[in-house]
C-alpha cells in the first residue's frame, strides 16, 4: 500500500523565514514523488517533481529514500507562497497518485 | 490548449438524492482521475480511468461510481447522497498512466452540499 503523511495541517512563517514542509510516504517499489500547490481561488497545480531536480519558485525538493522523505524547502519565504500544498506518490505501474492530507502555508509580512 | 474542465461548478442536493459530475480532460489527456477534497481530510482518491476502463478504485462506499467514455471524458455519480458527501470533487487527468512525467492537471472542481 502507499501512504505520503504531512504532519503539519498548518505552517506559518514570516517574510524572509526558512521554510520547510515536511512530507514522508511509505512504498514498496520506487517511488515517484510530487509538490502540488493551490493558490486562493486557484486550482490545484503541479509545484515540482522529484525527478526533474529542478527549483520552482525558489522551492526545492530532495528525495530520501533511507528516511522516505521528500521535505519541500525555501531558504526566504515570500508572502506570496502562502498556499496549501500537497505532497503525492505515484505508482507508475498502477497510475495512482496519493496525496497527504496538505499543509496550509502562511508567510506573514 | 484548454485545461480540464468540470460541470457543473456548483450544486445542492438533499439527502438521498443522486448527483452526475463530468469531466472534460485536456485535449489528447487518455487518464482520468477523480478526488474528493475535504478541509478535514484532504485529497481522497475515488478511482481513476483510462481508456474506458477503471483501473484503480479508492476506499469508498458503491454509492459511488464513474465511467469514462471513448473521447477519454469522465462521469462519476454519487447515489443516495449523505450530509457527510459535501465535498469538492476534483477531477484531474493526465497523458496515460505509465507515462514519466506523471504530472497530473486539475480542474476547478465540482462544489457539491448537501442538505
Known amino acids: 500500500a502507499q501512504r505520503v503523511t504531512q504532519p503539519e495541517k498548518l505552517l506559518s512563517v514570516f517574510k524572509g523565514a526558512p521554510v520547510e514542509l515536511k512530507c514522508n510516504y511509505s512504498?514498496?517499489?520506487?517511488?515517484?514523488l510530487f509538490w502540488y500547490v493551490q493558490y486562493s481561488r486557484q486550482r490545484l497545480q503541479l509545484l515540482l517533481r522529484?525527478?526533474s531536480r529542478e527549483s520552482i519558485k525558489g522551492f526545492t525538493a530532495d528525495l530520501n529514500k533511507g528516511e522516505t522523505s521528500f521535505h519541500l524547502k525555501k531558504p526566504f519565504a515570500q508572502e506570496e507562497d502562502s498556499a496549501m500544498y500537497y505532497c503525492?506518490?505515484?505508482?507508475?505501474?498502477?497510475?495512482?497518485?496519493?496525496f497527504g492530507d496538505g499543509t496550509t502555508l502562511t508567510v506573514k509580512p | 490548449k484548454a485545461g480540464v474542465t468540470q460541470t457543473p461548478r456548483y450544486l445542492i442536493k438533499t439527502r438521498g438524492q443522486q448527483v452526475t459530475l463530468s469531466c472534460s480532460p485536456i485535449?489528447?489527456?487518455?487518464?482520468v482521475s477523480w478526488y474528493q477534497q475535504t478541509p478535514g481530510q484532504g485529497l481522497q482518491f475515488l478511482f481513476e480511468?483510462?481508456?474506458?476502463?477503471?483501473?484503480n478504485k479508492g476506499n469508498f462506499p458503491g454509492r459511488f461510481s464513474g465511467r469514462q467514455f471513448s473521447n477519454s471524458r469522465s462521469e462519476m455519480n454519487v447515489s443516495t447522497l449523505e450530509l457527510g458527501d459535501s465535498a469538492l470533487y476534483l477531477c484531474?487527468?493526465?497523458?496515460?498512466?505509465?507515462?514519466?512525467?506523471?504530472?497530473?492537471?486539475f480542474g476547478e472542481g465540482s462544489r457539491l452540499t448537501v442538505l
Open positions: 512504498y514498496s517499489g520506487s517511488p515517484e
Open positions: 484531474a487527468s493526465s497523458l496515460e498512466p505509465s507515462n514519466p512525467s506523471g504530472e497530473l492537471f
Open positions: 503525492a506518490l505515484r505508482n507508475t505501474n498502477a497510475g495512482k497518485s496519493t
Open positions: 480511468y483510462f481508456s474506458e476502463t477503471q483501473r
Open positions: 522529484h525527478i
Open positions: 485535449s489528447g489527456h487518455r487518464s
